[in-house]
């Protein structure tokens, strides 16, 4: 059975995924060239079925002009694991050799 995904979550979760969007256009801007002129973009995410099926749904009930059509954009979340090195001071008595 298809869990209910509510409304404020899906609203939620496409300006999420729109802002990574953003992002992504803005350090890849060749991304823009895959787009066909008034694309409507329905957001997947890789990691997240409901949303997906409750979004999906929302996209084929919405009306579409006829001189646009939907592009799927599917995002998934990827980690960098950074090392960060600090340093740090204590005041200490004359070394030991």
């Known amino acids: ?3 209910k ?3 404020q979550t899906i609203a939620e979760k496409v300006l ?3 802002e990574q969007f ?3 256009v803005f350090e890849h801007p060749e991304l823009l060239d895959a787009l066909p002129d008034r694309a409507a973009l329905i957001f997947l995410d890789a990691d997240d ?3 997906n099926a409750a979004n999906l749904a929302l996209a084929e009930e919405s009306p579409l002009p006829d001189d ?3 592009v799927y954009i599917r995002m998934q979340r990827q980690v960098r694991l950074v090392e ?3 340093w740090a001071a204590k005041i200490v008595a004359a070394p030991f050799t």
Do not use: C, I, N, Y
């Open 1 to 3: 059975m298809e869990a």
């Open 5 to 7: 995904v509510d409304p």
């Open 16 to 18: 999420e995924l729109t």
């Open 22 to 24: 953003t992002q992504q």
């Open 49 to 51: 079925p409901d949303f």
């Open 68 to 70: 646009s059509e939907r």
């Open 84 to 86: 960060q090195v600090s």
